[in-house]
């Protein structure tokens, strides 16, 4: 029996929640009506049937992600919380998990036909395999594959560095047993349309917003698959602000593969870039990448995405040794890194579904201009535009043309107003009569940013009116 009390709280909550939906899907079609493109373009094979592809032979790609409404949070054991509109604190009790919300709800009311609706009635588990149970096969293959990769390795003991990563190699997957309950107060990662696993992630590492720099980059990185030129002080978030973005470009690439997976087999397979480094950072000091790729492991962690540093100080062989877990993101710097790149390395040269190149610091890697390593990395890198064409060819001749985000960073970033503007106009940057990569405009240029490049400058100079600029080269 319920009281009256009872029930227009019920009813309160029943608006509330009504009140939560709508906002989010505001915020959502926000987000739909940004400039997108798909990570995967749709394209025919022989028979003419449409279907995503995703490396072999693709035209461009092109950033981009899943929309949020492909991925099902439920897949995950992630329950968001909702984004809190009333001022009473009723909706920011964030989302119960379901199981609770189940019981808490005496078998009856939304909670539980949301279960119903999201089990899709229970017939998927009796009759023959379904797309779902296709892709969640094919999701714990890989699974196991990664694993097994993993444990080839051979554990490299001497080098701290190595060792942890080796450790970090031991990819701690989620089991995808509990249900996990993201707290309100995390609603604002939420908005931003982190993929589940990584939002876990965030949780797990207590970060409770995103700084300035990261909810910036996200976005344009992210949903509008653009490269960006980011600038922030020391400390402020810089590494997840491109780490993120890579990781959520993984994760979904990984879920489109799935999906992929379960209406075409097999055959899914070749378009899988399982295996291939994905994301190249460069910093200019060794303790610079193992800081940067300690930060970046233990954000994906549980994410099955694999982060090692290639340094000096640490021996060749072991590096190799390590490489040969086939890692996705690779943290170096340009002198070992350009070492074993010319020692043709594999995993480092055959670049063909490198997805983000990333220059971190790169104030100080220009700096006194001795870096011709990075140059000869840069050059090395297939092209992102059709004017580098032949040069892609020469370098990797099989390589399909794929668009690769470019990420440059920097606390202190020296781009003169003239730069700015010939961005905006769409000119050139002007190289050193030796063609020398010394400052950030070449740099950039160089490392192939692409037409469209967000420059988020959170520097000093524009703390007072924080602003991203969104500028072309051409
Ligand atoms: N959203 C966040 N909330 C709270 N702490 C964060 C967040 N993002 C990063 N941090 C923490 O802030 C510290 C600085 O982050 P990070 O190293 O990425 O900054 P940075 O701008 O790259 O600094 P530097 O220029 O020194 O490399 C790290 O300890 C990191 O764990």
């Known amino acids: 029996m319920s009281s009256g009390v009872g029930e227009s709280s019920s009813m309160a909550k029943k608006r509330n929640k009504k009140g939560h939906k709508r906002k989010r899907e505001e915020e959502l079609e926000r987000l739909d009506s940004l400039p997108w493109s798909s990570t995967i373009p749709i394209g025919e094979n022989d028979e003419g049937e449409t279907f995503s592809t995703l490396f072999a032979g693709s035209d461009e790609l092109d950033g981009g992600f899943l929309s949020l409404e492909e991925i099902d949070e439920a897949d995950y054991n992630l329950d968001l919380a909702d984004v809190p509109v009333d001022e009473s604190g009723e909706g920011k009790k964030g989302l119960k998990s379901k199981k609770k919300a189940q019981e808490s709800n005496d078998g009856e009311g939304e909670a539980v036909e949301e279960i119903i609706e999201e089990e899709g009635g229970g017939e998927e588990s009796k009759g023959e395999e379904t797309p779902k149970k296709k892709e969640k096969k094919y999701k714990n293959k890989k699974k196991k594959e990664r694993k097994k990769r993993v444990t080839e390795v051979e554990t490299v003991q001497d080098s701290p560095a190595a060792v942890s990563c080796d450790e970090e190699n031991k990819t701690e997957e989620l089991d995808g047993e509990e249900e996990e309950e993201i707290p309100p107060e995390y609603s604002a990662w939420s908005l931003m349309r982190l993929h589940p696993l990584l939002m876990k992630s965030i949780y797990h590492l207590g970060f409770k917003e995103p700084t300035k720099i990261q909810k910036a980059c996200f976005t344009v990185a992210a949903f509008q698959g653009k490269d960006v030129i980011g600038a922030a002080e020391t400390g402020s978030g810089k590494t997840l602000a491109f780490g993120l973005p890579i990781l959520q470009r993984l994760l979904d690439e990984r879920e489109k593969v799935g999906k992929l997976f379960a209406l075409k087999g097999e055959e899914a397979q070749k378009y899988s870039a399982d295996g291939y480094l994905r994301a190249l950072i460069i910093t200019p000091t060794r303790e610079l990448a193992l800081q940067v790729t300690e930060h970046l492991k233990n954000a994906a962690k549980n994410l099955g995405v694999r982060v090692v540093p290639i340094v000096g100080g640490m021996s060749s062989a072991k590096q190799e040794r390590l490489l040969k877990g086939k890692p996705e993101i690779v943290v170096g710097t340009p002198g070992r890194l350009w070492e074993l790149m010319s020692a043709g390395?594999?995993?480092?040269?055959?670049?063909?579904?490198?997805?983000?190149?990333?220059?971190?610091?790169?104030?100080?890697?220009?700096?006194?201009?001795?870096?011709?390593?990075?140059?000869?990395?840069?050059?090395?890198?297939?092209?992102?535009?059709?004017?580098?064409?032949?040069?892609?060819?020469?370098?990797?001749?099989?390589?399909?043309?794929?668009?690769?985000?470019?990420?440059?960073?920097?606390?202190?970033?020296?781009?003169?107003?003239?730069?700015?503007?010939?961005?905006?106009?769409?000119?050139?940057?002007?190289?050193?009569?030796?063609?020398?990569?010394?400052?950030?405009?070449?740099?950039?240029?160089?490392?192939?940013?692409?037409d469209s490049v967000a420059i988020v400058d959170l520097t000093t100079a524009a703390i007072l009116a924080p602003k991203i600029e969104e500028s072309f080269i051409r």
């Open 345 to 450: 390395e594999k995993h480092l040269v055959e670049l063909q579904c490198l997805s983000f190149f990333v220059l971190d610091e790169a104030d100080r890697m220009v700096e006194g201009g001795h870096f011709r390593e990075l140059q000869s990395i840069i050059d090395l890198l297939p092209a992102t535009d059709k004017t580098n064409e032949g040069k892609m060819e020469t370098v990797v001749s099989d390589a399909p043309k794929k668009k690769r985000q470019t990420f440059v960073f920097s606390a202190t970033i020296a781009l003169s107003s003239d730069f700015r503007k010939k961005l905006k106009r769409g000119s050139k940057a002007k190289q050193s009569s030796s063609g020398e990569v010394n400052s950030i405009e070449v740099l950039s240029e160089r490392a192939g940013m692409r």
